[in-house]
């Protein structure tokens, strides 16, 4: 799915920093914390800390690929649109959703508009959540990957790309919780 011929500002400094490919890496052990990250939430401006989150609430990291506002990965627009749809039902379970792209803030807040998202929206144009979270890369973006944390901050499921399985279901994602 080509979400757009508009192909501006697709060859940047993250396009090349992310052209080879590398595979997502399995580092992370079930039970155990993840490393904590500080974020751009360009969804309601402000700034989020994944530790604020410890010992209040579980979340679902949805890290996702999206080239530019006007080009999405056609693996991930499905599960972002998917993820937005049921954002009230990860809500009222008191999940909280946070979508990380690789977008600028200029670039997400366009994203943020044309998608009408609920969920917080994180911007890291540098990539460096992706590169601790381990999710890889290739032709000039991050990999899309799922991180469940119980409400402690400890991985619970972790979902990383591959070709044969490349978003969890939002249904396989709800009942890890």
């Known amino acids: 799915m080509l979400t757009s011929t508009d192909f501006t500002g697709l ?10 490919p590398i595979p997502a890496l399995d580092n992370f052990r079930l039970g155990v914390g993840t490393p904590d990250f500080k974020l751009s939430n360009i969804t309601n401006n402000t700034v989020i800390k994944l530790s604020d989150f410890r010992g209040k609430q579980p979340v679902l990291l949805a890290f996702t690929r999206i080239f530019t506002e006007k080009q999405y990965c056609p693996f991930c627009y499905p599960h972002i ?11 009222n379970q008191g999940i909280e959703v946070l979508l990380i792209t690789s977008t600028d803030k200029k670039q997400s807040q366009i994203i943020v508009q044309d998608l009408g998202l609920k969920m917080p929206l994180l911007s ?3 990539c460096h959540t992706f590169r601790i ?21 400890r991985l619970i499921y972790r979902h990383l790309f591959s070709f044969i399985d490349h978003n969890a279901t939002i249904e396989n994602l709800l009942e890890k919780f």
């Open 11 to 20: 060859f940047n400094e993250r396009f090349f920093h992310n052209f080879l």
């Open 81 to 91: 649109k998917a993820l937005n749809e049921n954002y009230e039902q990860f809500k």
């Open 124 to 126: 890291d144009p540098s």
């Open 133 to 153: 979270y381990k999710t890889g890369q290739a032709l000039g973006a991050p990999l899309p990957a799922q991180f469940v944390l119980d409400k402690d901050g």
